[in-house]
C-alpha cells in the first residue's frame, strides 16, 4: 500500500454568520456545518453534555495499484455506526457520537458524509435518534428515524430528507416499522420486515407515499405465507419480487404489483445443500437470477426462464462455512456484493456476470484481497483493528462500492475502503 496520506481535523457546530440558516434547520431537526474543503479547520459545538470540541480525524492512504482509497475517521471517545448510503462517489454514514462518560454517557446523531478524500462534511440530527439512510424520490439520501417525543412511551417514526427540510414541514409521524428500504415505484417507498425469530408469521411491506409535497405513511399489508426474508425492486421497476421457502427442496417466488397483489408465482427447486437462497435480479415475467450459497461456502447463481426451466451455475467459494449472508447489494448491471460471516470473520463478494469480481476477508489488524491470480493483499488498518467488523458495503457509482468497518468493542474509530 502507498504510504503517502493526508490527515484533517473536522468538527460540527453553528458557525459564526450562518445563525439565521443554522435556526432555520434546527427547526427541522438538522444542524448544518460549514463546508470543510479547506483543511485543517476546527468548529466548535456546544453540546449538553459536553461543552468542549467535538472533532472527527481523518486520514486518507491511496492503495498502491490505483484501485482504491482507505479512509479512516478518528474521534475523541465512542462512536458507533447505524446505517450507510452511496452514491456519486461518497459515503453517508449515520453514527451516534457519544460523550466522555461513555458508554452510558449522552449522545449525538450525526450523518457525516465521506468521499475519498476524508469527511467533507458532518451534520447533527435534533429531531430524532437510530436513523437508516435510504434514497428519497429524488435520489438523495433521506433517513428513516426514531422521533424523541417528550411525555410519550411509544416511539414513532419519521421521514424527512437529509437536506432541504424546510419545504417538507414538520414530520409525519407514524408507529415505528423496523423494516428494510427496498426502493421506489414512482412516488411510492416499500418497506420490507420479516420475522426472524417465527416462521409461521407472513411478513409485511409498508408503503410511504409521496404526494403534493406530502409524506403519507400507509399501514402495513401481510404478504401470503411462506414468509419472505427479502425483497427486492424487479427490474423494470414497476413490480417487486419476494421469496419464500416451502421446504428444504423447494422455494417460491412471487412478482407482487405496486398495490401488494401476487400478479405472479414460480417455483423454483433448491439446490442441494443449499444454506442461504436471496434474489438478485427478477422480472416481471418471472425470469430471476438467484443467489445460493452453501453450508461448505459453495457460491452458485440459479437463474430461472420464467416457465419452470432453471440453470444452477456455479461461481466461486467462501473461505469457509458461512454463519450468515446479507441481502445482495447492485452494484450495476449484471454486478453485485453480498456480506458474509465464517467462523474466522467476516467478509464482502462481489459477482460480475458469473464469476467472483472481488473477494474481501477480515483478518488480524485489517482486511485481505483476495487477488485474481491467486496472491494476497493486506489492506492494515492498524494494531488496535484485532478483529475488524463489516459494518455495511454500498454502492458508490459506475461500479464502485465502499466497505465500511469499525474495531471490535469500545471503538473510537471508523474506516470507509472506496474500492473498484
Request: with cysteine; aromatic share 8%.
Amino acid at each position: 500500500m502507498d504510504t503517502d496520506h493526508t490527515e484533517q481535523t473536522v468538527g460540527y457546530a453553528r458557525v459564526a454568520g450562518t445563525e439565521h440558516q443554522d435556526n432555520r434547520e434546527k427547526s427541522r431537526g438538522l444542524r448544518t456545518t460549514a463546508n470543510v474543503s479547506d483543511f485543517p479547520m476546527r468548529i466548535r459545538q456546544a453540546t449538553p453534555y459536553d461543552r468542549g470540541m467535538r472533532e472527527f480525524t481523518t486520514s486518507t492512504v491511496p492503495l498502491t495499484d490505483g484501485g482504491g482509497t482507505l479512509v479512516t475517521v478518528g474521534y475523541e471517545h465512542r462512536i458507533t455506526v447505524h446505517s450507510a448510503w452511496g452514491g456519486a462517489g461518497r459515503v453517508v454514514l449515520a453514527v451516534s457520537a457519544y460523550g466522555p462518560r461513555q458508554p452510558y454517557g449522552g449522545y449525538e446523531t450525526c450523518y457525516l458524509t465521506v468521499t475519498p478524500l476524508g469527511v467533507s462534511d458532518v451534520q447533527r440530527e435534533d429531531l430524532g435518534v437510530t436513523p437508516s439512510i435510504f434514497s428519497g424520490p429524488d435520489g438523495a439520501p433521506w433517513v428513516r428515524l426514531s422521533l424523541l417525543t417528550e411525555g410519550q412511551d411509544r416511539e414513532s417514526d419519521g421521514l424527512l430528507p437529509l437536506r432541504g427540510r424546510e419545504a417538507w414541514g414538520d414530520p409525519v409521524r407514524t408507529p415505528e416499522f423496523p423494516g428494510d428500504f427496498v426502493g421506489w415505484i414512482g412516488s411510492r417507498a416499500f418497506w420490507h420486515l420479516d420475522d426472524i425469530f417465527d416462521d409461521r408469521r407472513p411478513a409485511r411491506i409498508q408503503v410511504a407515499e409521496v404526494d403534493a409535497g406530502r409524506i403519507r405513511v400507509r399501514r402495513p399489508v401481510k404478504l401470503p405465507l411462506p414468509q419472505s426474508h427479502v425483497a427486492v425492486l424487479c427490474a423494470e421497476g414497476d413490480y417487486l419480487a419476494v421469496l419464500g421457502q416451502i421446504s428444504e427442496r423447494a422455494s417460491v417466488l412471487r412478482v407482487l404489483t405496486p398495490t401488494l397483489t401476487v400478479e405472479r408465482e414460480v417455483r423454483v427447486g433448491t439446490p442441494d445443500g443449499t444454506a442461504f437462497l436471496q434474489p438478485v435480479r427478477v422480472r416481471a415475467d418471472g425470469r430471476a437470477t438467484l443467489l445460493s450459497v452453501d453450508g461448505g461456502g459453495r457460491v452458485a447463481l440459479v437463474r430461472l426462464d420464467g416457465q419452470g426451466g432453471q440453470q444452477d451455475v456455479v461461481v466461486g467459494e467462501l473461505p469457509s462455512s458461512p454463519f450468515a449472508v446479507w441481502p445482495v447489494t447492485e452494484l450495476g448491471p449484471d454486478r453485485f456484493a453480498f456480506r458474509f460471516t465464517t467462523e474466522e470473520g467476516n467478509g464482502l463478494m462481489v459477482i460480475e456476470g458469473e464469476a467472483v469480481a472481488a473477494l474481501w476477508t477480515s483478518a488480524p489488524t485489517g482486511y485481505r484481497q483476495h487477488l485474481g491470480d491467486g496472491g494476497q493483499r493486506l489492506v492494515r488498518l492498524g494494531e488496535e483493528w484485532a478483529e475488524p467488523i463489516l459494518t455495511a458495503a454500498v454502492p458508490t457509482g459506475a461500479g464502485g462500492y465502499a466497505l465500511v468497518v469499525h474495531p471490535q468493542g469500545d471503538a473510537h474509530s471508523l474506516a470507509v475502503l472506496f474500492a473498484t
